[in-house]
């Protein structure tokens, strides 16, 4: 059996994230979804995990979010570097960098990764991607407040279509050993099933999805649709 934890399931999950998990857990059996509310202490605190979620959450919700992450800024570091899967989605990925800045305001991140992130609320950025990743093309959705700055030199995909981390580069999300950060939204995994293919390998199990000839296809419709488009 493995363990996957879907960190502050409570807050994260205003596009839809919870199917995610949802989705990866009806794709294979012997993975169990650990549901970890705001309220209590991460379950990955004191327990072995195999992979841990984190989908996009209220910007409010985000400041309180790291806040109750940063005492266990160095197991979460430690689990990074022993290899332990991360998918972090939406403006999750921002609480790894090392501040968010919000008009005159500075909130401190984990700083995991060399990157920060500027919020603007009366401006928001909404668009579509096609990303490469490996041998995969990844389709990804925004609808944010912020964007990241840095070097990312080890970025999670390159983008063929749409705007990376900010609007001057096409470099998207974070990849590092077994984390994987990303800006687009929503479910992931449901959007990009050779990517959860991807994943139920790392984790070491049967690569079969759920409703996996009707997802491929709806994917593969969706790639040609995003494809056509002039605008992103």
């Known amino acids: 059996m493995k363990t996957v934890e879907y960190v502050f399931a409570p807050y994260c999950n205003i596009y839809g994230e919870f ?6 857990k009806k794709s294979n ?6 549901k970890s509310s705001h309220k209590d202490e991460p379950y990955f605190v004191s327990h072995h995990v195999d992979m841990i979620y ?15 992450l940063m005492p266990y800024k160095d197991r979460i570091k430690a689990l990074i570097e022993n290899g332990t899967i991360f ?6 990925v921002e609480l790894f960098g090392q501040y968010i800045s919000d008009d005159c305001r500075k909130i401190p991140a984990l700083g995991i990764f060399d ?3 500027e919020r603007k609320m009366d401006k928001r950025h909404n668009s579509l991607f096609i990303g490469d990743f490996k041998d ?20 999670f995909m390159n983008l063929e279509r749409g705007y990376g981390m900010n609007m001057d ?5 974070i990849w590092y050993k077994n984390f994987y950060g990303t800006y687009s939204l929503g479910p992931f995994l449901v959007l990009n099933p050779y990517f959860t293919k991807y994943i139920l390998r790392q984790l070491g199990l049967s690569e079969g999805l759920k409703f996996e000839k ?13 494809l056509n488009r002039v605008n992103y």
């Open 29 to 34: 059996d012997e993975i169990e979804i650990i």
């Open 87 to 92: 998918l972090v989605t939406g403006n999750s």
């Open 54 to 68: 984190m989908g996009c959450m209220t910007e409010d919700k985000q400041e309180k979010a790291v806040g109750l």
């Open 115 to 117: 990157f920060y992130s």
């Open 19 to 24: 199917y995610n998990m949802e989705y990866l």
């Open 136 to 155: 995969m093309k990844i389709l990804g959705h925004k609808s944010q407040y912020s964007m990241a700055y840095g070097n990312f030199e080890n970025p």
């Open 214 to 226: 009707e997802i491929i296809e709806a994917y593969e419709y969706r790639l040609a649709d995003f």
């Open 169 to 173: 580069t096409k470099k998207e999300g």
